[in-house]
């Protein structure tokens, strides 16, 4: 039972434009998402994250939106960049919990 | 330099032979934490440790054994491997939970690659 999806197994987007990243989850109970972001033959890496009471986070050029009544959360990147391009993983957890739940990923490739 | 360690980064070996991969982290963290990473699945905890002696189940601990008798090092012993435990495996840790923000501090190894035959 995949608790959290990520339909789009891969996206390409080219260079300068938004490359939008989407993550559905089924547990109502979740309270913090996070993404993370992983090269090829490296750990994933924190990128950004978002507590259940706000709607939005920005990091610069990351922006993750979430949607409680939808059960969505989306990650923004403008502008995209070449050094973009990996595997993007969101993650969820509910406040009693001790593990991170994953989703299945997506290849992100921004394109020159 | 702050970072997690594992080892082997590559392994191939056959059905039965036991093995360890070892995880050590530089950062004093007491959270430590095993996922596999398969296509189509995502990244799945094995098992995790909230500090020294103390070991719980993730969602997929069968056929794995860990221990945490240190602080920095978090081995994991696969006692009889079989053809689906061929995965990517990551170490992760990260300091204590305070707070679900304290997820946003968890460092991930650079992964094992295992193949049993």
């Known amino acids: 039972d995949q608790q959290v999806k990520q339909n789009s197994p891969s996206l390409s987007v080219q260079e300068g434009r938004i490359s939008i990243l989407n993550c559905d989850y089924t547990?109502?109970?979740?309270?913090?998402f996070l993404w993370y972001k992983k090269y090829p033959a490296e750990g994933p890496t924190f990128l950004i994250s978002i507590s259940s009471i706000k709607d939005k986070n920005e990091d610069g050029r990351f922006t993750v939106f979430l949607n409680k009544s939808a059960k969505h959360l989306s990650l923004h990147i403008v502008p995209s960049q070449p050094g973009d391009s990996a595997v993007y993983f969101c993650?969820?957890?509910?406040?009693?919990?001790?593990?991170?739940?994953f989703g299945t990923g997506t290849r992100l490739q921004v394109t020159l | 330099e702050a970072q997690v360690t594992q080892n082997p980064r590559y392994l191939i070996t056959v059905t039965g032979k036991k093995l360890t991969v070892t995880c050590s982290q530089n950062m004093n963290h007491e959270y430590m934490s095993w996922y596999r990473q398969d296509p189509g699945l995502g990244l799945r905890q094995i098992y995790y440790?909230?500090?020294?002696?103390?070991?719980d189940k993730g969602d997929v601990p069968e056929g794995y054994k860990v221990s945490r008798k240190e602080k920095r090092n978090f081995p994991l012993i696969l006692e009889s491997p079989s053809p689906n435990q061929t995965s990517l495996y990551f170490c992760?840790?990260?300091?204590?939970?305070?707070?679900?923000?304290?997820?946003?501090?968890?460092?991930f190894g650079p992964g094992t690659r295992l193949t049993v035959l």
């Open positions: 993650a969820a957890i509910t406040g009693t919990a001790s593990k991170l739940t």
């Open positions: 992760a840790s990260s300091l204590a939970r305070t707070g679900l923000s304290s997820y946003n501090e968890q460092f």
């Open positions: 440790s909230m500090n020294v002696e103390v070991t």
């Open positions: 547990n109502s109970m979740f309270d913090y």
